[in-house]
């Protein structure tokens, strides 16, 4: 039987919490789902030896040459035959309801390319990020989402699914190919997915190269960021405008290397405890 749900998991020598995210989506109150692991070209003995003898249900082992988190999903999309996807590295969690709720939104708004939800942070720091609401023009210049959604199949591909090329962000580039198509998202505000910190990772590495992404993701879509773009999707998704903007700019400049860390720490929580701001600017710590 063809399962409604494909759930693909890029691993990179990341033997140690396999298991834990296969497990976390197979425990879905979705029966119909399968999982697919993508081997990135693990050079770790002990990964490899895992992933040779890996016996879960419903669970598929691509093995392929390195290529990277990007490329790694594009395997599994090509192999899956779920009609909604779920991409969940390797080190990170899901909740058991995940699926089944963001599914009954997608299900009932068939205008909507993805669902997302707020993020609990665990392993070397703990924290919840909440997210902020979908918002067009805030996703241009924030990351709204992280790379785990449940996501409508036929928008990746007609997409092309993700852009191997960038090695970092690419969960953010996605998501402007499919808004800039006229498939957006939708927040679930729940707590529903579970990202490990731990040492060094791409998204510690992406963080590094922020400036360069931004410029790779901007170049990607040139339509997007022409001035004339950038003031209509302003209007069309922004009842507070100037607000907006200001927001996105304190976003910013607290972001920044030379931002002093209490301060941050204490800004981040004073928006978190303000409706308003969590309407018009992306969550966060």
């Known amino acids: 039987m063809t399962p409604a749900v494909s759930v693909i998991i890029p691993c990179y020598d990341a033997g140690a919490f396999l298991l834990d995210a296969i497990d976390s989506a197979l425990a879905s109150t979705v029966d119909d789902l399968e999982v697919v692991v993508v ?5 770790d003995p002990a990964t490899q030896a895992l992933l040779d003898r890996l016996d879960r249900p419903r669970t598929t082992v691509l093995r392929g040459p390195n290529g ?24 990170d969690l899901v909740s058991p309801t995940l699926v089944e709720k963001a599914l009954a939104i997608l299900e009932a708004e068939p205008a909507l390319g993805w669902v997302y939800t707020h993020v609990r942070f665990f392993g070397e720091a703990e924290f919840v990020c909440r997210m902020a609401p979908y918002n067009f023009y805030v996703l241009l210049w924030e990351n709204l989402c992280c790379a785990t959604a449940l996501v409508r199949r036929s928008a990746m591909e007609a997409v092309g699914g993700y852009t191997a090329a960038l090695r970092g962000y690419e969960d953010w580039d996605l998501w402007l190919k ?69 927001l996105l700019s304190l976003q910013a400049a607290v972001r920044a290397p030379w931002f002093p860390r209490p301060l941050r720490a204490v800004l981040a929580g004073l928006r978190d405890a303000t409706p308003f701001a969590r309407k018009v600017a992306p969550g966060g710590a």
């Open 39 to 43: 081997d990135d070209g693990s050079t």
């Open 178 to 246: 499919l808004g800039e198509r006229g498939w957006h998202g939708r927040l679930l505000p729940e707590v529903l997915f579970h990202y490990r910190r731990h040492g060094e990772t791409q998204g510690t590495r992406s963080i590094r190269r922020h400036r360069e992404l931004v410029a790779l993701i901007r170049a990607n879509h040139p339509r997007l960021y022409d001035p004339r773009t950038l003031r209509a999707v302003r209007r069309e998704w922004c009842a507070h405008p100037v607000a907006t903007d200001a």
């Open 68 to 91: 990277g988190s990007a490329a790694a999903r594009n395997t599994g999309l090509a192999h899956a035959r779920g009609r909604w996807v779920l991409p969940l590295d390797a080190d």
